[in-house]
């Protein structure tokens, strides 16, 4: 590659806050989500939280944010992107960040699995089914962890989400059997009537009044139904480092380096590493605590210590990303923990975007979808360009 066929940006990390949504979308009350804004509901509720880094980059003067107020001169570039497939889930999310608009959505089953389901995994895996409903991944300890230890059956549940999880001890039933019956559930809901988006092995140990789930979480996503942009720089001799639950949501595809994460700060550490690693193409970060430990636990409080924990790590993120590198904070959903029930709301994502070669405190404006992100990844890259969105390379 000549010096003029280089890419503007030899290293673009994005770091998805995984439901960090930023204020309902105009179709939020078709999915039930009229006056969702996880952001701005913690800052409500949390008025004194403290993330002055995400705010000098111009979080705040994306929207009104309340108590976290817009900065005269943000250090970075901002705006927010709005979701155009048919859903809320983190798949559809993620999916669409790289290039693909989901018209479909995934089944949800509010009442739990139809029991013809039920009794297929359960001949299946030689063991029987507890619960079989809506839950919280705590609650659902609570009430089935002892059972589960005495009669050795799965506890399966799921959430509003298209998600079938699978809960067993430890102890009781090895990780290696566990991921098994992971990939027979897998197989059964691959397809309608039941065609879901993820199943999620869900281990925990300890003993009753005091389980805890495990750090060997894993998830077994559908395949992209197409090509992203992920598959494209990987085709085109670009790294694409997937770090969290990144390889489990593209399953693979177009991921040339793999680092499972065990909490928000891993991942944190696991990037910052990265960054400072010599490769070219994309550094791709989710870190899921936001959405699971308390977007879905509904608490705004625990949110808020989340948001501040990120924000710590903000100025070694900067300091890591080069006059050669682009650092892109950004969320592929909402769950807004002051909403109604359990489920994610839909919502404009944030975009912040940083490095010490671009000229800082300009809006995006609002992007029409997620996508717009992927799009000038590949057009950074000079790699195919997905069928949707509209690159913004050209405006930083």
């Known amino acids: 590659m000549s010096q003029a066929d280089k890419p503007r940006f030899r290293k673009i990390t994005v770091i998805v806050l995984d439901s960090v949504g930023i204020g309902e979308l105009p179709d939020a009350p078709s999915f039930g989500d009229a006056g969702a804004h996880t952001l701005g509901h913690i800052i409500e509720r949390v008025p004194s939280i403290k993330i002055p880094h995400m705010q000098r980059l111009g979080l705040a003067n994306i929207t009104n944010l309340g108590a976290v107020k817009g900065v005269e001169q943000p250090t970075g570039i901002f705006g927010k992107m709005a979701e155009i497939s048919a859903g809320k889930d983190t798949m559809t999310g993620h999916w669409e960040l790289m290039g693909l608009h989901i018209t479909t959505p995934f089944n949800t089953f509010p009442e739990g699995f139809p029991a013809e389901l039920i009794q ?8 029987k089914v507890l619960c079989n409903k809506p839950a919280s991944g705590t609650d659902v300890l609570v009430q089935y962890g002892e059972e589960q230890m005495k ?32 990939e027979i559930a897998r197989k059964l809901t691959l397809v309608e009537p039941y065609t879901l988006g993820r199943v999620i092995a869900r281990p925990y140990i300890g003993a009753p009044g005091h389980f805890t789930r495990t750090s060997n979480r894993h998830d077994y996503a559908v395949k992209p139904p197409s090509p992203t942009v992920m598959n494209a720089l990987h085709d085109g001799g670009k790294d694409v480092i997937a770090v969290g639950k990144i390889n489990d949501i593209f399953t693979g595809e177009g991921v040339s380096a793999t680092y499972p994460t065990k909490s928000n700060q891993h991942g944190i550490e696991i990037t910052i590493d990265q960054m400072g690693q010599s490769f070219e193409g994309l550094l791709f970060t989710n870190l899921v605590d936001f959405d699971s430990l308390y977007g879905h636990r509904r608490d705004p409080e625990g949110y808020a210590k989340a948001l501040e924990q990120f924000d710590l790590a903000v100025p070694a993120l900067l300091e890591r990303t080069g006059p050669d590198d682009l650092l892109i904070i950004t969320a592929d959903h909402g769950n807004d923990p002051i909403h109604a029930g359990t489920d994610h709301t839909r919502e404009y994502v944030p975009l912040l975007i940083y490095s010490p070669s671009l000229a800082p405190g300009r809006s995006l404006g609002i992007r029409e ?8 990844i590949a057009d950074n890259f000079d790699v195919a360009r997905p069928l949707i969105g509209t690159s913004f390379l050209q405006q930083l």
């Open 120 to 127: 297929q995994f359960e001949e299946a895996t030689g063991r």
């Open 151 to 182: 009669t050795g059956a799965w506890i399966v549940y799921t959430s509003a989400d298209s998600v079938f999880q699978l809960a067993a001890h430890e102890e009781v039933i090895p990780l290696d059997e566990l991921y098994r019956a992971c």
């Open 369 to 376: 979808t997620y996508a717009d992100l992927g799009a000038t």
